[in-house]
Nanobody
Framework: QLQLVESGGGLVQPGGSLRLSCAAS????????IGWFRQAPGKEREGVSC????????NYANSVKGRFTISRDNAKNTVYLQMNSLKPEDTAVYYC??????????????????WGQGTQVTVSS
């Protein structure tokens, strides 16, 4: 059974860092595009960053460019989202999602079929 499990969320002060992990089981990530999405209370789910199935292409929302980095470790069947210089507006539930043979563009929720359960990220002093 295809499953994605996010971890690494938590409470962090503004300017701090977190690294989210998305571990896959039941399938091999190599052939899937993986996206990180987030949803804040009262807002629609939005794309944060996506990485193509080839691993060579990445895509970032303008709001996180220069602060967040997506990467994949196919040996560990895991994708990471390194988040630096966090801001209060980054507070949200973060989800990872997978799409077979997908591209990093577009990085939109409707393009992805398989979803994890989400992990809460709270940026507050």
């Amino acid at each position: 059974q295809l499953q994605l499990v996010e971890s690494g969320g938590g409470l962090v002060q503004p300017g701090g860092s977190l690294r989210l992990s998305c571990a896959a089981s039941g399938f091999t990530l190599d052939y899937y595009a993986i996206g990180w999405f987030r949803q804040a209370p009262g807002k629609e789910r939005e794309g944060v960053s996506c990485i193509g199935s080839s691993g060579g292409s990445t895509n970032y929302a303008n709001s996180v460019k220069g602060r967040f980095t997506i990467s994949r470790d196919n040996a560990k069947n895991t994708v990471y989202l390194q988040m630096n210089s966090l801001k209060p507006e980054d507070t949200a539930v973060y989800y990872c999602a997978a799409e077979p043979l997908g591209s990093s563009i577009p990085c939109r929720p409707k393009e992805y079929d398989y979803w994890g359960q989400g992990t809460q990220v709270t940026v507050s002093s």
